[in-house]
């Protein structure tokens, strides 16, 4: 069973820093893209950043700039760098990884890690 385990969110003062993590585990395949969303309360969930398995990272446009997301294939785990942080950037944040395995799509969630910037 596929679990993805996020870790590395925290309190932290408006313009400071994060690093999320996030390792996945009992995959039978390369997951193509793995994601970070987050989701504000009171607002849907959006896209903060991807990388594919080719590591090109794609971001969100409030987050360009600020965050870099990187990814270790040995160790199954893609991080999310997160500089300059805004009281915007409040919310939970949630590992995704997508990927297709004998011609069926397949995608996973973590549980999340909540991340708090204070002004």
């Known amino acids: 069973q596929v679990q993805l385990a996020e870790s590395g969110g925290g309190l932290v003062q408006a313009g400071g820093s994060l690093r999320l993590s996030c390792v996945s585990s009992g995959s039978r395949f390369r997951f193509s893209s793995m994601n970070w969303y987050r989701q504000a309360p009171g607002k849907q969930r959006e896209l903060v950043a991807g990388?594919?398995?080719?590591?090109?990272?794609v971001y969100g446009d409030s987050v360009k700039g600020r965050f870099t997301i990187s990814r270790d294939s040995v160790k199954n785990t893609v991080y999310l760098q997160m500089d300059s942080l805004k009281p915007e950037d409040t919310g939970v944040y949630y590992c995704n990884a997508a990927g297709v395995y004998t011609r069926r799509s397949y995608e996973y969630w973590g549980q999340g890690t909540q991340v708090t910037v204070s002004s």
């Open positions: 990388i594919t398995d080719g590591a090109t990272g």
